[in-house]
């Protein structure tokens, strides 16, 4: 019998740094370099659409040629030789989980490969730059197509979902997500209800640390493969 039977893992921008992406709120993270309301809600995009798409145009040629690290690896291994579920919901816009072999993923924030239509709300995927020039291809309409990423104020991708596995599940793994944006920053709280073991694997204890039953701190890369060593027994 394994230990847990349904395991919630929580990725956050940590996660993807020693692929070399940066994260948000580190001293020299992209909100050091870019104010989030000129670039990261929707009220920015209808202000001036130019300045936001360019600002993701850059982290979508950044995102090209990145590769998952052993973190990202370990948590793919922990999904395909676990005995019971694991559901990965990650914040991360990059391809990196899916990359390392992750199956069973939400990318609650949405996907930096794809687009969306603020008309039609069609979504594809997308790997050139974007520019206000084009045209849905469902709808027809101009001005409209946008990066598939959530921004503040808007709802997270598939919370029905989430909210079910984190009430049924016994293991929920925070990894690499400093807990200061919601409703993620919320999880751990809502799997404690449901009696679940909490653990932290972060670089140094986040602004949450307090709720989880158990911390390890230390680099992705070292920490997760350790942890998910011990998991697989
Ligand atoms: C390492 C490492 C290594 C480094 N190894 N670790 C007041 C109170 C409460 C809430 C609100 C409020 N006012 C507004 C809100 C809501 C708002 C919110 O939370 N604001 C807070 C800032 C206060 N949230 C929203 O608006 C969300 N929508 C919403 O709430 O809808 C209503 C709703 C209600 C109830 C249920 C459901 C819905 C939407 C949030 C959208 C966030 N969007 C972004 C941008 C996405 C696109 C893009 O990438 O550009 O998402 S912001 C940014 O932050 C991005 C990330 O996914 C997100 C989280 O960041 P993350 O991943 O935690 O990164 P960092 O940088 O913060 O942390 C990295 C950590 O890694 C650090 O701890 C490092 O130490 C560590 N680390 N190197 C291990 N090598």
């Known amino acids: 019998m394994p230990k847990y039977e349904r395991i919630v893992i929580l990725s956050g921008a940590g996660l993807s740094a020693e692929s070399g992406l940066s994260t948000f709120r580190d001293k020299d993270g992209i909100w050091a370099r870019h104010k989030i309301e000129d670039v990261a809600t929707p009220q920015a995009f209808a202000r001036d659409p130019e300045r936001v798409l360019e600002f993701y145009n850059t982290r979508r040629k950044g995102a090209g040629g990145v590769k998952p690290n052993?973190?990202?690896?370990?948590?793919?291994?922990?999904?395909?030789?676990?005995?019971?579920?694991?559901?990965?919901?990650?914040?991360?816009?990059?391809?990196?989980?899916?990359?390392?072999?992750?199956?069973?993923?939400?990318?609650?924030?949405?996907?930096?490969?794809?687009?969306?239509?603020?008309?039609?709300?069609?979504?594809?995927?997308?790997?050139?730059?974007?520019?206000?020039?084009?045209?849905?291809?469902?709808?027809?309409?101009?001005?409209?197509?946008?990066?598939?990423?959530?921004?503040?104020?808007e709802m997270p991708y598939e919370m029905e979902e989430i909210s079910r596995a984190l009430g049924a599940c016994d293991l929920f793994i925070s990894v690499g997500t400093s807990g200061t944006v919601y409703p993620a920053a919320g999880f751990v709280m809502e799997a404690r209800g449901a009696g679940a073991h909490t653990v932290e694997l972060n670089l140094e204890p986040s602004e949450g640390a307090s709720m989880f039953a158990e911390t390890i701190h230390g680099p992705a890369t070292q920490v997760v493969p350790k942890y998910v060593e011990t998991l697989l027994g």
């Open 70 to 153: 052993a973190a990202h690896e370990a948590l793919a291994r922990l999904e395909s030789e676990h005995p019971g579920d694991v559901l990965t919901v990650t914040q991360n816009i990059d391809p990196l989980h899916e990359m390392a072999g992750t199956r069973r993923l939400i990318h609650m924030h949405g996907e930096i490969l794809k687009i969306l239509c603020n008309h039609c709300g069609a979504r594809e995927p997308w790997e050139d730059d974007l520019s206000t020039d084009l045209a849905c291809r469902i709808c027809g309409e101009k001005g409209g197509m946008r990066p598939d990423v959530v921004w503040f104020g």
